[in-house]
């Protein structure tokens, strides 16, 4: 009898774990502002998307001697966003490129890293750093 009601209330509870785990979102996806395409132009610090942000591989763009400026491109998968982040560029320009789109251009101040407007991770996009000479140098495209 004992064995048989505490058999019961465990698959009551666990049905009711069960039932309910599905509607909470995890706390980086309720914490997220915007979602895709919905990101475009968004800061991705105010929308809540550096948290699990990592560097999208062979993105990097350097200009210029050591110490190297460079840029490179973020991803955020609870956003589904990327945006161009700088270190390093005192001043230079620096943008994240839309194949057929926007681009959204940022300038540094001084030595200290700063970033771009969001794109939504479904555009093709690539990174670029402008040169002492004004020229932009820009990284592959990344879909």
């Known amino acids: 009898m004992i064995a048989s009601r505490l058999l019961r209330t465990v698959v ?3 049905s009711t774990v069960a039932l309910w785990a599905p509607m909470t979102a995890s706390p980086a996806v309720a914490a997220a502002g915007c979602h895709g395409n919905a ?25 210029g001697s050591a110490p190297y400026p460079e840029v490179w491109a ?19 320009s620096f943008r994240i490129d839309v194949l057929d789109g926007p681009s ?8 200290f890293q700063a ?29």
């Open 12 to 14: 009551v509870a666990l």
């Open 39 to 63: 990101c475009d132009g968004r800061n991705p610090k105010s929308q809540g998307c550096q948290g699990d942000a990592r560097d999208v591989p062979k993105s990097r763009v350097h200009a």
């Open 74 to 92: 973020r991803y955020s998968p609870t956003c589904q966003a990327v945006w161009a982040k700088a270190d390093k560029a005192d001043g230079r």
């Open 104 to 111: 959204y251009v940022e300038s540094t101040q001084s030595s």
């Open 115 to 143: 970033f771009s407007a969001m794109v939504g991770a479904d555009h093709t996009y690539r990174v670029c750093l402008r040169d002492v000479d004004g020229r932009w140098e820009c990284g592959p495209w990344h879909r």
